[in-house]
């Protein structure tokens, strides 16, 4: 579907990632825009995990002209045109009917790969079919180990490259945002949710319109089939009963019975990184979810050097959480990362012009990318180590006297 001429201009305002989430937050509902946004409990390490990037400082090389820095590399021998992946992120089809589809044909067409949720939109069948490579899918322990095994035969059928399994949703974090706003995950039409969450939506026509022509779906789509009845659970009736993370025995299981790359989403510490070595995986996601999970979690970026400095010349390492500028992946990638993953900044632009502002906003970073390394004097992504870096230690050394 075409953009209109209101979603272009808009999208021509979106220069960085603030454009993108203040227009966001004009456009979808209060509970649905602070899902998204927001982390848990005192969201202390939501805000480190972007704080942590902005106490970096770059190192550069003057009287040097790149005309055309390279950005593209691999992964696990599969080639991207730059180290920016689409994260998991689950419950899209709120945000937009293009959804999770939407996100993987942008990540396509940008040259990049998409990581499908376990709590998509859309089947993880639907998703592999609607876009002709670079799929990779992150895996929950849905309704135990069969619900785990289940996901992982049918990602194996659908043809997908990788599986990323996410350890840190052991119960469900306190988001006291959702609370306060009555948002329980639950976005059926019915009383108890035209009380609370009406209000919210009315003086959004737009964003309700087109939730009401997609059906109004808030549905667990890969559950399908798993329960006794054949419908998807809702998120509530997913709930918490059971830890939805795998093991570290389910991801040997994982390991055993799939025979692509495995990585293990959620790793913060060097004994976790061997840990996943030991079991065999091939990389790991330097990650805190977001900042949604354990408050008080370190940022990412902070514990990064640590998970290198423990695997890095042995397994794929991969970072998360806090990314908003093209800049952000050259730190990302100086302190030894191989790829970073965006979840907020391409959910914002899919709320404003669904795959078309996912594409917006992947070019944005590409863009922002290539001008910085011109202005570094870095010819290549594979350049980048720490001494790009003027302060590559600690978080002390990098908030303390030298820098101020």
């Known amino acids: 579907m075409a953009l209109s001429k209101f979603q272009r201009i808009r999208l021509a305002k979106v220069l960085n990632y603030e454009d993108a989430r203040r227009l966001a937050r004009r456009t979808l509902p209060r509970a649905v825009f602070d899902y998204v946004d927001g982390g848990s409990e005192d969201e202390v390490t939501m805000r480190r995990n ?3 990037f902005r106490d970096l400082r770059f190192s550069p090389r003057m009287g040097v002209w790149v005309e055309e820095p ?28 293009h959804a999770d589809i939407g ?43 069969p619900g785990m095994e289940n996901l992982v035969n049918r990602a194996k059928a659908a043809g997908y490259q990788a599986i990323v399994a996410t350890v840190d949703t052991q119960v469900g974090s306190k988001r006291e945002r959702n609370w306060r706003n009555g948002f329980s995950y639950s976005m059926r039409v019915n ?47 997913m709930g918490y009963r059971e830890s939805n993370s795998p093991t570290w025995e389910d991801v040997a299981w994982v390991r055993q019975n799939f025979d692509g790359p495995v990585l ?3 790793v913060l510490t060097a004994e976790d990184a061997r840990r996943a070595l030991e079991l065999g995986c091939d990389g790991v996601v330097v990650s805190n979810h977001g900042g949604r999970q354990l408050d008080g979690a370190p940022a990412t970026i902070d514990v990064l050097p640590e998970v290198v400095a423990a695997v890095g010349d042995r397994m794929e390492i991969l970072v998360d959480g ?17 790829a970073v993953l965006i979840g907020r900044p ?40 720490d001494t790009w870096l003027a302060h590559a230690g600690s978080a002390f050394e990098r908030t303390g006297s030298q820098l101020s």
């Open 50 to 52: 972007t704080e942590g």
């Open 70 to 97: 390279k950005l593209s590399t691999t992964l696990f021998g599969q080639s991207i045109s730059f180290p920016v992946l689409a994260a998991p992120c689950g419950g899209l089809r709120l945000i937009h009917p």
């Open 103 to 145: 996100v993987a044909r942008a990540s396509a067409s940008a040259g990049t790969i998409h990581i499908a949720s376990s709590a998509s939109g859309f089947s993880l069948e639907q998703i592999a079919e609607s876009s002709p490579d670079r799929h990779w899918f992150q895996l929950y322990r849905f309704m135990g180990r």
């Open 191 to 237: 009383v108890a949710n035209a009380l609370k969450l009406g209000p919210q939506v009315a003086p959004r026509p737009f964003w309700l319109a087109r939730y009401v022509r997609d059906g109004m779906p808030f549905q667990l789509a890969n559950t399908a089939g798993m329960t006794r009845d054949g419908v998807p659970m809702s998120m509530p009736e």
């Open 264 to 266: 293990v989403k959620g």
């Open 322 to 338: 806090g990314v908003r500028r093209g800049s952000d992946v050259l730190k990302a990638l100086a302190l030894g990362a191989k």
């Open 346 to 385: 391409y959910v914002w632009g899919l709320a404003l012009g669904g795959q078309d502002g996912v594409s917006h906003v992947l070019e944005t970073l590409r863009a922002e990318m290539k001008r910085s390394m011109q202005l570094m004097g870095c010819s290549s992504v594979h350049d980048l180590d």
